[in-house]
Each structure stands twice: as C-alpha cells, then as structure tokens.
C-alpha cells in the first residue's frame, strides 16, 4: 500500500474484512516502489489505483485479478470487475479531486471549475488522460455541486468503517 491512512490501506482492510483473510500490510514511500516489487515477485497482491500499475499490467509484466468496482474499467475490458466476480460488496471507487480552503469566493471556485470543464472538453487531454487510465466523469458529474454531493456520500460510507478499523493518516 501506498503510505498509511489513505484509499489503498482502506482497501486492503476492507478486502481483507469482506473475503474473510489476512495478510501483512506494508506501507511504501509510493507508487513506483509497490510496482517494482511487484514486478519482482517480492509482494504477492496490491490493492490500490490502477494507474499505478496501468502500463505493467498493459504490457504483461503483472496481472490484474479484478477491478474493485461494479463495472469493467475501460482501460481494461477484459478484466472483471469484482461484482462480476461474486463479490458486490468490494465495489470501492478511486477518485481524484480538486478542494479550495474554505471561504474560498464562489466566483473563484467557478473559475477553477470552468478550468477543469474546458480541460474536459479538449480532446488532447481527454486523450492524454485515457492513456493513464483515467476517465473524466460525465459532465453533469463535473459541477462543485456534483463532486461536493460525491464526497459527502463518500465520507458517509467510509468515515465509519475507517474510525472502526482504526485507520489513521499519518
């Protein structure tokens, strides 16, 4: 996992509550270490971003088993996801965000939206980000609104479980 108290620890304690197992979690100092020693052999799962491990699962290097989410990824196609799987429970979103400090002027927080809309729109980028594996959310996913409403939903399904496992970031 990268680092303690973020998205792959609570995936990898979430995977391990819903499929009944343990195994060792260990924190590396990013994404690049996880993936040379996977590669390696060394490590024998992670449970983290696709992006990460994106261009050696494309080229055969490792093998992903399931995407942990209701649908196929579309970076992906042929790899199930784990509701496909029997495992609808594992369904777990990695998301990316923008946050301003709070009392940040709404014009300047529609500025930073209108920013990121146009970034959207332009197909260069759109095309630069697919080739990371990363897929804009539909436009109408894409206001402050939109991505406020998603990360309350968030905090409220996974504030509970991450104080009840006793997650802390560090």
């Known amino acids: 996992m990268v680092g303690t108290g973020g998205i792959d620890q609570i995936a990898g304690i979430y995977f391990q509550q819903k499929t009944r197992t ?26 983290g971003g696709a992006m ?49 400090p709070k009392g940040t002027p709404k014009h300047i927080i529609s500025k930073i939206n209108a920013a990121v809309l146009a970034a959207h729109a332009d197909e260069n980028i759109r095309q630069r980000l697919r080739d990371q594996g990363v897929e804009p959310p539909p436009p109408e996913q894409q206001t402050s609104e939109a991505f406020g409403a998603l990360h309350k939903a968030e905090l409220e399904k996974w504030w509970p479980f991450i104080k009840a496992a006793n997650i802390k970031a560090q």
């Open 52 to 100: 990460v491990t994106y261009p050696q699962v494309r080229s055969g290097q490792i093998k992903a088993y399931a995407v942990l989410g209701n649908t196929r990824w579309f970076a992906a196609p042929d790899i199930p996801s784990t509701t496909e799987i029997g495992l609808p429970d594992l369904a777990i979103t990695f998301w990316i965000g923008l946050w301003a």
């Open 22 to 47: 343990r195994f060792q979690l260990v924190p590396y100092r990013g994404g690049p270490p996880i993936v040379q020693d996977l590669v390696a052999g060394h490590i024998d799962i992670f449970l």
